[in-house]
């Protein structure tokens, strides 16, 4: 699986997935983004999030790439997680998914078998810390 966005919402989202045995690749445009996450860091301070993600890189299960092109073409599955801002005219603002590397076509070449997984734990974990990030907000 790859996340396009290491932010606020993309990071979240690829650490529960690898938790919940996916391998995942969270891609970014910010090196020093990409180099954290690898170490098991992040600057995002949101409570267990450090953990999550060091605990997932040292397993195997999460890692960060500045090549989206390699990834997209190996991934079962693709999150993209952009900012898309709002206008004041209530639209949004999509230019960073127009520019963004990962605009191309890709072919998958590989494909891989998903691990054995309890899809409703996953979502729950989700929604749990999509919850809690509302309600921190």
Known sequence: MTVLGSGYVGLPTAALFADAGFHVTAVDIR?????????????????????????????????????????????????????????????????????HPTQKNFTRTQKTPLPKHNTQQTIKKATQHAITESLSN
Do not use: F
């Not at 990834?71 to 960073?96: C, E, M, R």
């Open 31 to 99: 090196a020093e983004v990409v180099k954290a996450i690898n170490s098991g860091l992040t600057s995002i301070n949101k409570p267990g999030l450090k953990e999550l993600i060091s605990r997932n890189v040292d397993a195997g299960r999460l890692r960060a790439s500045l090549n989206s092109d390699e990834n997209l073409n190996q991934a079962d599955a693709v999150i993209i997680s952009v900012q898309t801002p709002i206008y004041k005219n209530k639209t949004q603002n999509t230019n960073k998914l127009k520019t």
